[in-house]
Structures are given as structure tokens and as C-alpha cells.
């Protein structure tokens, strides 16, 4: 498709469950990236993937939380174990490089509500 | 630590009312600096952004933003705001790379 795509768009889950989440990132782009959007704070970074590059996990809140990206496209983020806190909307974006000129296409996100 | 700072988080206008959102940044080097807009339902979208040059940015739907690189500052600007400007802006900021946004401000525009 001609944006990023994320599913699903809602999830609800039940604390201490696993859940995955997809991002499709736009067809070209070698750069992703994943933040999280809670009510009030913002957006915050997550992991960051360049093309065959190890991953730049430096904003992952815990170990419950991981990311990978399958031949260079599409990325499923995972969190183990959720809590009320994780609850949030998951963002993935893509870019044609890490050098931001063209500024970063998102996705719709991913709605996480853990009850 | 570095930080990126909206002063407002909702603001309610009537249409036709001027339009200024603060926007503040902590870092101390060379930045690029974006205004992203995130309407109901839709997902974030680039607004208009700063790399260099004249520092009076202008991008789409009639907004302005300007750079004060003695204030750390970017404020976005708009004449005349129209109801369908109703949505929730982002400031972010890229130092070295690393893309850090705002809080985000909730506009309101009163038909």
C-alpha cells in the first residue's frame, strides 16, 4: 500500500498476556521506527531499525518489551507479560533514511488496552 | 536532560481567531525542528519543518512556524484558524538523529 500499516488497530488484552503488534512500513524505506503515544505524554521512542543495521533499542521501557524486523520490512513489536501501564496507542513509522529531511511517515497506530 | 516542551496542552478557539502553539527545546546543538498535526481518527502528518535557511518556515493549510534559535523556540503560527484545523499538534525535534516530540496540544476550534 502507499502508507505505513499497522494492525491490529485495537487490541484488548488481559494483564500478564503476551501481545504482538505489526508494522508495515512503507515499500523503500529502510528506516523504522516504533513509539508509544500515552494520553497526555507524547510520543515516546521505542527502537529504531536502519536497513541490516543492529537495532537502537535504547528507548524500550523494560525487558518485557522487544521488536524485530523480518528481511528488512515488516516489524512486529512484542510485549510479554502486559501490565495496566503498557496500556497505549503503539505508533510505527518509516523514512527513507535516518536523516529526516522528508520528516517520518506513521502509521494509524495500534490502540493496547490491558485490563 | 534534553527535552522538548509545548506549553499548552488544550487550546480552544473560535474560527477566524489567531493561532499561536509555544514550542521549546533544551538541546544545544544544530537541530531540525517539525510541526506534525494529527487529525480525529487520522494519523500524524507532517505540518511543515526547519532545516536551515529562513528561519520562517511556511507549510500547508496556511501555517507558519519560526525559528528562534535564541529562545530555543519554534512556535507554530496560523491567521485565521478554521474548524477544521481541530486536531492535536506535535513539536518535535531531531538532534544527532534522534527524533524527540512534544507532549502534543489539543486545538479546539469553536464553529
Known amino acids: 500500500g502507499a502508507g505505513v500499516s499497522q494492525s491490529p488497530s485495537n487490541k484488548v488484552t488481559e494483564k500478564g498476556k503476551d501481545v504482538e503488534l505489526r508494522c508495515d512500513p512503507i515499500s523503500g524505506h529502510t528506516a523504522l521506527y516504533w513509539y508509544r503515544q500515552s494520553l497526555g505524554q507524547g510520543l515516546e521512542f521505542l527502537i529504531y531499525?536502519?536497513?541490516?543495521?543492529?537495532?537502537?533499542k535504547s528507548g524500550l521501557p523494560s525487558d518485557r518489551f522487544s521488536a524485530e524486523r523480518t528481511g528488512g520490512s515488516v516489524s512486529t513489536l512484542t510485549i510479554q507479560r502486559t501490565q495496566q501501564e503498557d496500556s497505549a496507542v503503539y505508533l510505527c513509522?518509516?523514512?527513507?533514511?535516518?536523516?529526516?529531511?522528508?520528516?517520518?511517515?506513521f502509521g494509524s497506530g495500534t490502540r493496547l488496552t490491558v485490563v | 536532560a534534553q527535552s522538548v516542551s509545548q506549553h499548552n496542552h488544550h487550546v480552544i478557539l473560535s474560527e477566524a481567531a489567531s493561532l499561536e502553539l509555544g514550542c521549546n527545546y533544551s538541546?544545544?546543538?544544530?537541530?531540525?525542528l517539525f510541526w506534525y498535526v494529527q487529525y480525529p481518527g487520522q494519523h500524524l502528518q507532517l505540518l511543515l519543518k526547519?532545516?536551515?535557511?529562513?528561519?520562517l518556515v511556511k507549510g500547508i493549510k496556511g501555517f507558519e512556524a519560526e525559528f528562534i534559535k535564541s529562545k530555543f523556540s519554534f512556535n507554530l503560527r496560523k491567521p485565521s484558524v478554521q474548524w477544521s484545523d481541530t486536531a492535536e499538534y506535535f513539536c518535535?525535534?531531531?538532534?544527532?538523529?534522534?527524533?524527540?516530540f512534544g507532549a502534543g496540544t489539543r486545538l479546539t476550534v469553536k464553529p
Open positions: 513509522a518509516s523514512s527513507f533514511s535516518r536523516t529526516v529531511y522528508y520528516g517520518y511517515t
Open positions: 531499525f536502519q536497513g541490516n543495521s543492529a537495532p537502537d
Open positions: 526547519y532545516f536551515s535557511g529562513d528561519p
Open positions: 518535535a525535534v531531531n538532534y544527532n538523529n534522534d527524533m524527540r
Open positions: 538541546y544545544g546543538g544544530t537541530v531540525n
